[in-house]
């Protein structure tokens, strides 16, 4: 048996210390992006850790959503054990681990616990992605569903990814170029600048999809997230006003993708999401970042309810020429 410490309000930088202490390179697990899932949609924070003595063995993100284990339907990131324990150890406390989550299953009344693997998780001294144990929590799950994450390698020259893009994504990055200029909104903005562009952000959102679409404490997480130097807000503008907006967040030697929106007036004559989204990639390359989550990669035969709108977004990152690495959404039932 090991030491528990519970987290049952919002993370803090106690639980970010115990992450860096397992050695993990993950940005979902930060508590900026798990306090984030937690209050956009009002779940109840269960998660904990298990010590031994002052030293974090496991970390274990839980968030409870009406009946289920989950951050509102989405999956929780997976339980995180140091990778530097002997593997027999390890599997020793992911069986406690799981064992301690029945207890809340069973406690709690709850179906479901979904949880998921991401592929920024373990990186090798050559800041390497690295895929080792990367099915093993497969025993521990009743269904295992598995998704493309398309992934781009900063690294390469700029010419090779320019390369990589589809002719229909050049000619339109091209073309956007000419027309949009983009500015990157970071820490050194001054809070009542930064106030302003989460503001017009947060309505090019309503606008968008007809209703509010995430809680203000939510949105206020995002912007401190810029503040914390945790996260970019890009912004595509033309000669009249802002047009579309991409925030990204990034930790380590990972970027990635968070929330895009456009303005559907001018959406058609700039398509802007192709040269802000290039614009996004270059600035992460340039400031010597090692990859970028462009997202996901549906297909119509993927497992679940997957849109059209979900399909067609999808189908357009993937013009971006990334490489595609596996990302695992787990459940497992009381």
Known sequence: MYKQENFKEVFNKK??????QLKVHSPYHQSWLLNFHLKSNESKNSSFVFLDGDKCLAAIPLAIHKNNISFGGSPCPGPIVDSKLKE????????????TINVIMEKNNLKEYYFSRQTFQIRNSKNELTLKNFFELMSFSHDTQIYNNLIIDLSKTKKNLENDLSKYHRKNIKSSQSKLTVKVIDHSLNSKKLDNYFDEFRKLHIKSAGRETRTIESWNIMKNCVKKKNAHLF????????????????????SFGWTQVNDDDFEKDFMPRHFLEWSAILFYKKIGLKYYNIGERFYPNSNGNISDKQLNISYFKEKYGAEVYPKIHYTKKI
Do not use: M, Q
């Open 15 to 20: 639980w970010d210390d115990y992450i860096l």
């Open 88 to 99: 027999s150890l390890r599997r020793k406390i992911f069986k406690e681990i799981f064992n």
């Open 235 to 254: 912004v595509a503008k033309n000669k009249i006003k802002n047009i579309s907006f991409l925030f990204c967040g990034k930790f380590d030697v990972f």
